[in-house]
């Protein structure tokens, strides 16, 4: 099984989790992935519909912590959102008190993780010419997220799909 099957399994049992846990009709209408390289996973609220958006780039680095800590993590914030948003009920849309509650009864950790990790100080591509390259966040940013191309003073350029590793 591969990991993406493994955390929709995971992500879908524990949303029938939460929702016998704290009494709500949540429905995630789909689970979404994008190569982000800073954050894990969003949980979004989009016209009447919640999604999980899940980093591929870290889940193949991490996909235990994934498992074990993401999912609890992300679906205490859609219920936080669900009861926000469409109950009279209290709920959390960020890291509350109320959204860690439900996190750790999820079997999450209740904790910001990605501010317990190591910043990478550089980011490794392999530009057009198969040469290896180190960028800073700011460009590294800016080619996953606007999807720039970068052109290096070699002749050669780098953009979003030529992201080798972190250098920490
Ligand atoms: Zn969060």
Redesign the pocket.
């Known amino acids: 099984m591969g990991i993406k099957s493994e955390i929709e399994n995971k992500t879908r049992k524990l949303v029938i989790v939460a929702n016998a846990k704290f009494k709500t009709n949540l429905v995630l209408s789909d689970i979404l992935y994008r190569r982000m390289p800073v954050t894990y996973a969003y949980?979004i609220y989009d016209a009447g519909n919640f999604y999980i958006k899940y980093s591929t780039i870290r889940l193949e680095k991490y996909p235990k912590e994934m498992l074990k800590d993401t999912i609890p993590?992300?679906v205490a914030?859609l219920i936080g959102i669900y009861l926000s948003v469409l109950t009279s009920r209290k709920g959390d849309t960020?890291?509350g008190p109320l959204w860690k509650s439900m996190c750790l009864a999820l079997g999450g950790i209740g904790e910001?993780y990605s501010k317990h990790r190591l910043t990478p100080r550089y980011y490794q591509y392999i530009d057009s010419g198969g040469h290896i390259q180190y960028v800073t966040l700011k460009y590294h940013n800016e080619m996953q997220n606007n999807y720039r191309v970068l052109n290096l003073s070699n002749g050669e350029t780098i953009k979003a799909a030529d992201f080798s590793k972190d250098i920490y």
């Open positions: 949980a993590h992300e914030h960020a890291h910001i």
